[in-house]
C-alpha cells in the first residue's frame, strides 16, 4: 500500500489549494479515503472523509463549506479542494485510506499547508 499526497504549499490567507493522494497497492474504490492534519503542539484531527460507496462525505465543523473532498477511482486518487484558507489550517496534512472494522488503515507521508501573510 502506498499513499502519495501532492498539492502543499505556502498561501495567503483567502488563497486556495488542491491537494491530492495518489494510492496504490490495493482496490481504492472499495476503501473510505480521508484527510488528517496535524498542527504542531495539537493532536492529529479529520478533515474530511468519503466512503467508498456512494461517495458520502464528512467534514470537521471548521471546514464546512470551504472544503470539498472527491475521489477518481479511475485515477486511484482523492483530493481536497481548500478555498478561503485561513492561517488556522496551517498544518501537516495527511491522507489516509481505511477499511472501517478492519485492520486497514494506512497513511501517507503527509504534506505542509502553510497560510501566511
Known amino acids: 500500500v502506498r499513499l502519495v499526497e501532492s498539492g502543499g504549499g505556502l498561501v495567503q490567507p483567502g488563497e486556495s489549494l488542491r491537494l491530492s493522494c495518489a494510492a496504490s497497492?490495493?482496490?481504492?474504490?472499495?476503501?473510505?479515503m480521508s484527510w488528517h492534519r496535524q498542527a504542531p503542539g495539537k493532536e492529529r484531527e479529520l478533515v474530511a472523509l468519503?466512503?467508498?460507496?456512494?461517495?458520502?462525505?464528512n467534514y470537521a465543523d471548521s471546514v464546512k463549506g470551504r472544503f470539498t473532498i472527491s475521489r477518481d477511482n479511475a485515477k486511484n486518487t482523492v483530493y481536497l479542494q481548500m478555498n478561503s484558507l485561513k492561517a488556522e489550517a496551517t498544518a501537516l496534512y495527511y491522507c489516509?485510506?481505511?477499511?472501517?472494522?478492519?485492520?486497514?488503515?494506512?497513511w501517507g507521508q503527509g504534506t505542509q499547508v502553510t497560510v501566511s501573510s
Open positions: 468519503i466512503s467508498s460507496v456512494g461517495g458520502n462525505t
Open positions: 497497492g490495493f482496490t481504492f474504490s472499495t476503501v473510505t
Open positions: 489516509n485510506a481505511n477499511v472501517p472494522a478492519t485492520p486497514f488503515n494506512y
